[in-house]
């Protein structure tokens, strides 16, 4: 069951049907740089958890929280939260040092004793390994991974066990090393390869590295900067990749897997991939227009080409599905694209309300979209267009007399399939349905437009559904 004020069902709510974010608002539970891992036949997302617009317990505002949270699911569809996995306040007070928040996590299971080995940071760069005989824990046994018996001081440590069983982790400051088979939490100094050399400089390298295997194939992630930080200032946001024959390299640089800059209030991204029934994933997370210090879980398919380079992925409202089918209720929030790009919170409303006796916030319901001027638009990605669809159900409100709406097909300037005159409703949800107009064409993208808003007027959405 769900812990703390958690306190829905774990499945998710019927008419959400697999969307980015992955978990329903309601929640409350952000999950950010997932490592996505298959264990059994069933997919696990391990990561760190931010807080509502950062906020914690402690009133301090910071990424991350104090806890870990274990998501899983069985059709990347409906997922279930495990429940805490871990607190900070479990750790010796020597592994914390002032410490007060988790950092991004990565797992492994040592294929002969089947035990699960949790490698974990926190806010203050130090590195600890806890283990468990179940996947959801409870972790324990923590003590520092350490190089030449000194804890190993940075952030984000990412694992792989290879086929011959051997375990090695990835560090950024960038290395990638074999961990001591006779005691995990112990790096082999002969093993230790510096891959930054390997990496462009232009875009430098960052945090959040992963390893992962694919055929023969090595892949070392990691996330890159835009630009020199020291130029354009801290803006992480470009997972890119490494690739080789042999764990420890030589490594070669392939390019980008995928980029959130361009999406409201990107700060980072972080991530992995992952195999689920003959099908690769990427999980990663966005940020949570207006909010800050608040990030979500996505998922998207993930292409290879032949010779293993991977296609670059493209934000996508639809996520592990591909694309919605007509009939499927599509959430105004799940927008991939914004007219307004990487500006915090314009055109983002968020549903909220404050907890009885805390300082934290929590969302009662999904964001929604709200359009206070002409020319605005948001961008979903992918509708099926492949059978007829005759028209469009919206659900929205209005203030100062109302306004319109276009849908457009394929690009913010593309055909437009409906038009939609949305009359005033004093700020009431109001279904409004509409004829569309276009021809089958495949999976597309579409876009709503702001034509006619009022001076200091609004048009707000919160759903739209295509009818066959």
């Known amino acids: 069951a769900n812990k703390g004020f958690l306190t829905a069902a774990t499945d998710m709510d019927v008419e959400y049907k697999g969307q980015n974010p992955i978990l329903p608002p309601t929640w409350n539970l952000f999950i950010a740089d997932g490592e996505p891992h298959v264990i059994n036949g069933r997919m696990y997302i391990f990561g760190s958890k931010d807080n509502y617009n950062g906020t914690g317990k402690d009133g301090i505002r910071e990424w991350c929280s104090e806890d870990y949270h274990l998501i899983w699911s069985d059709d990347l569809i409906h997922w279930t939260d495990a429940g805490e996995i ?7 007070k020597e592994l ?4 007060s928040r988790l950092w991004a996590p990565d797992v492994f299971q040592d294929p002969l004793t089947g035990k699960f080995y949790l490698t974990a940071c926190t806010n203050k760069g130090r590195n600890i390994i806890l283990e468990a005989d179940k996947v959801e824990g409870p972790y324990t046994n923590p003590r520092f991974i350490t190089l030449d018996g000194k804890p190993w001081e940075s952030i984000d440590p990412g694992v792989l066990v290879d086929d011959d069983g051997k375990v090695y982790i990835a560090l950024p400051k960038f290395i990638v090393a074999q961990l001591d088979p006779n005691d995990y939490s112990r790096i082999l100094p002969e093993t230790v390869r510096d891959l930054k050399a390997s990496m462009p ?4 390298p960052f945090e959040g590295p992963s ?3 694919r055929g023969d194939t090595y892949y070392y992630i990691y996330i890159q900067n835009v630009g020199k930080v020291a130029e354009r200032g801290a803006r992480p946001t470009r997972m890119a ?3 080789s024959k042999s764990p420890l390299g030589p490594y070669e640089y392939q390019g980008l897997i995928l980029s959130t800059y361009d999406y409201p209030n990107a700060g980072n991204v972080h991530g992995s991939i992952e195999p689920f029934k003959g099908q690769w994933y990427i999980s990663y997370h966005r940020s949570v227009p207006g909010l800050s210090l608040t990030r979500t879980a996505n998922m998207e398919p993930l292409t290879f080409n032949e010779d293993g380079t991977i296609q670059e992925v493209c934000l996508s409202s639809s996520g592990v599905r591909g694309e919605f ?5 599509i959430q105004a929030s799940s927008a991939a694209e914004f007219s307004a790009k990487r500006e915090s919170g314009k055109m983002y409303a968020i549903r909220s309300e404050k907890q009885e006796g805390s300082n934290q916030y929590r969302m009662t319901g999904y964001p929604y979209i709200s359009f206070s001027e002409n020319g605005q638009w948001t961008g979903y990605r992918y509708l099926d267009f492949s059978k007829k669809i005759s028209h469009l159900c919206i659900q929205a409100s209005s203030t100062k007399g109302g306004g319109k709406l276009e849908i457009r097909k ?7 399939i409906a038009s939609v005159e949305i009359s005033s409703t004093d700020g009431q949800w109001k279904e409004f349905k509409v004829p569309v107009q276009t021809s089958t064409s495949g999976r597309d993208a579409f876009y709503i437009v702001a034509t006619e808003i009022p001076t ?3 048009v707000q959405v919160d759903w739209v559904k295509f009818v066959k």
Do not use: F, M, W
């Open 201 to 204: 400089t232009d875009n430098e």
């Open 211 to 213: 390893l992962r295997k």
């Open 86 to 92: 871990l607190n900070i306040g479990e750790l010796p």
């Open 241 to 243: 990749y490494l690739t």
């Open 325 to 329: 089918k007509a009939g499927e209720t």
């Open 410 to 416: 394929s690009a913010p300037d593309g055909e437009v």
């Open 96 to 99: 914390r040092e002032g410490a």
């Open 456 to 458: 200091d007027g609004k």
